[in-house]
């Protein structure tokens, strides 16, 4: 199948194919049901499949094409997240005996996304409360990775970025608390953005059976994923603007432009690793050589500076605040349990897994004393910005990994033949997670089985048109996405 064909066209591309003529909608949802009819049996990216209302929101965009309507995404076919409100399906979240949750409403990103005259072909798998790296649940089963189905594709957005990678559309909707646009991104080798705090709004990314009501989170965003970074920065601007139900001044804001326009103007720090946890060597390989090319193409590169905030005291106070919100929905005798953990922790253990243990207990006492130190944190992340215009860092400490449905407790991610706790990966995701810094996933080549590498392009607060600016020129200067193995 040559790159040309729909199935690998961007959105951005298929917009002007429609609005010249020489695609219809109703060919391009045909030509990704095909897709999905033949690979998804292995793959199960496409949980709840929408089908029928795809063909007649298809059918729908041609009638409106024709009467020379022009909308940002009028025909173009695209998946979304399970954990969207989607009126007329289930959003389950990939909690058993939710099946029935059906809600009667869109969440207000689905909204957005239908005005402008997108496609939804149905929704994508996650992990049980969107609480893994990887992407499976006793409702839908598991996700494979388009690239080796027995590997994951990340999570938990992890349906999304492996519908992209197979070809299901060019555009998906996904959510990021610890890395759940960005790790799935870098496992199928697509792109996503996590956009800075509180610029999209969160109405209707609801657990099942709530409501579709508006929510502020302290970590959690939404946002787009896309196989190119100038389809991020389309999806990005039909999602973005204020929600009438909220007032918060965030949701205001004008995105400042991008601070340049061509790559060899800009100053990165470059990051191979993480203090806490170590990247494998495939990751170090490709990010080095990554720096090696952006200095090559004229950037100013720097592999370190001492205006970078401590990333080992970041990821500890990052462990108990995510913790924190998460417990905050735990059962009582669940809590009563992380009571009794945190009660047998040393004092002297400052572990990333001691750290989320006492963050499921988390008082208001140490509450506070937690964000003081993330406000300490966006402002040495404010003045590293004043000398630098865009940080690399992983995404994750390997490549995609194998299915691993062992006990989350135990579970071990490898290192280059080191086990490490397995949810110590977070720490990646929290260097921008916690001061709510916008972050540009983005492929950046190959390890040396094959596998996709990408790493995340962190930029100043509000600097969301900074990072999509710099993948896109990363695109342009040494290509992008490449497609997995699927039709071989």
């Not at 099946?99 to 997108?118: C, H, I, M, N, S």
């Not at 601070?259 to 170590?278: K, S, W």
């Not at 001492?306 to 605040?321: C, F, G, I, S, T």
Request: charged share 20%; net charge negative.
């Amino acid at each position: 199948m040559s790159d040309t064909e729909p199935a690998w066209r961007s959105a951005v591309e298929l917009t002007a194919d429609l609005a010249a003529g020489r695609v219809s909608a109703v060919e391009l949802t045909d030509a990704a049901i095909a897709r999905i009819e033949r690979h998804d049996r292995t793959l199960n990216a496409v949980c709840v499949p929408d089908l029928d209302r795809a063909r007649d929101a298809a059918r729908a965009a041609d009638a409106a094409l024709a009467r020379g309507e022009r909308r940002p995404l009028l025909g173009v076919p695209m998946t979304v997240k399970e954990s969207f409100h989607m009126a007329g399906l289930p959003s389950t979240w990939g909690i058993p005996g939710h099946e029935k949750a059906v809600p009667d409403t869109d969440a207000l990103a689905v909204q957005r996304v239908r005005a402008a005259g997108a496609v939804v072909l149905g929704a994508t798998n996650v992990p049980l409360h969107l609480g893994d790296l990887q992407s499976f649940n006793d409702v839908y089963g598991t996700t494979g990775n388009p690239w080796d189905p027995d590997r994951t594709p990340g999570g938990s957005s992890g349906g999304s970025a492996a519908a992209l990678a197979a070809g299901y559309g060019a555009l998906s909707l996904g959510s990021d608390i610890g890395g759940s646009l960005r790790n799935p991104a870098h496992s199928c080798g697509v792109y996503a953005h996590k956009p800075s705090l509180g610029l999209l709004p969160l109405r209707g990314h609801t657990p099942p059976g709530l409501p579709v009501l508006p929510a502020e989170h302290d970590l959690a965003v939404i946002g787009p994923m896309a196989r190119t970074a100038a389809d991020l920065a389309l999806l990005l601007d039909v999602l973005a603007g204020p929600d009438e139900l909220t007032h918060g001044i965030a949701y205001r804001l004008t995105l400042p432009p991008a601070r340049h326009t061509e790559l060899r103007h800009h100053r990165v720090l470059v990051l191979d690793g993480h203090p806490l946890l170590p990247c494998s060597a495939d990751v170090r390989a490709a990010i080095d050589a990554f720096a090696e090319a952006l200095s090559g193409a004229g950037a100013t590169v720097l592999r370190d500076s001492p205006l970078l905030p401590d990333q080992a005291a970041a990821a500890r106070v990052y462990m108990r605040l995510l913790e924190s919100g998460l417990a905050a929905g735990y059962p009582p005798d669940a809590y009563e349990r992380a009571r009794a953990r945190a009660a047998e922790l040393a004092d002297d253990d400052r572990g990333l897994a001691a750290e989320r243990v006492r963050g499921a207990v988390l008082g208001h006492r140490d509450r506070v004393a937690a964000e003081q130190h993330r406000a300490g944190v966006q402002q040495g992340w404010r003045e590293l910005f004043a000398e630098v215009d865009v940080v690399i860092a992983p995404v994750a400490p390997t490549t995609a990994h194998p299915h691993d449905h062992s006990s989350p407790a135990g579970r071990l991610i490898t290192v280059d033949g080191a086990g490490y706790p397995y949810f110590d990966q977070l720490a990646l995701a929290g260097v921008a997670t916690l001061p709510g810094l916008p972050a540009t996933a983005l492929p950046v080549g190959p390890a040396a089985d094959g596998l996709p590498v990408g790493v995340q392009a962190i930029g100043p607060m509000y600097g969301d048109r900074t990072t999509l600016a710099f993948a896109e020129l990363v695109e342009r200067e040494f290509g992008g996405f490449r497609r997995p193995p699927l039709d071989c």
